[in-house]
């Protein structure tokens, strides 16, 4: 399931391999799940989604992106792993069965929906195998760490 652990699963080992911020690839990871804000407006008893939609599309998200690196000292080294979270979510939904149209690769020019029909929302399977994959990425670096210090204190 494309949930908001397994974006940030996927951009802790996209930053973690990448050697890139991590912190920021698992924000930029969820940039576009900012629709979500939606939720908070529903409730409110406003239905404006529409709004919101945009922003789950990759020139959304990308500008949403650009917005934030907005706010650091400099803007040009935040954008580049705010980007490839951004870009790795997209990556990751694209494979998903969604209940509507896909993701709007071509907004604004067009709202047709691309995607992969690999798995459903609800497949929790995907999630339990970043899991797994992080466990064995931060294994990996947690040996490799361990070595370096032992040959650095002998």
């Given amino acids: 399931m494309a949930d908001w652990l397994t974006h940030a699963l996927i951009g802790w080992i996209t930053g973690k391999t990448t050697k890139q911020d991590i912190a920021l690839i698992v924000v930029g990871t969820l940039i576009p799940d900012l629709t979500k804000i939606n939720l908070g407006v529903v409730w409110l008893g406003l ?3 529409h709004l919101f939609e945009p922003l789950h599309t990759p020139v959304g998200a990308c500008l949403i992106a650009g917005v934030i690196a907005l706010f650091f000292a400099e803007p040009k080294k935040a954008i580049i792993p705010l980007g490839i979270g951004v870009l790795t979510h997209f990556i990751l939904d694209f494979f998903l069965i969604h209940v509507h149209v896909g993701i709007p690769l071509l907004f604004p020019f067009s709202w047709e929906g691309w995607q992969i029909y690999l798995y459903r929302s609800d497949d929790y399977l995907v999630t ?5 994959v992080a466990l064995i990425v931060y294994g990996i670096y947690w ?8 040959r650095s204190s002998s």
């Fill in 128 to 132: 339990v195998i970043a899991i797994l």
């Fill in 47 to 49: 239905q404006n989604y």
């Fill in 143 to 150: 040996v490799t760490s361990r070595r370096k210090k032992q």
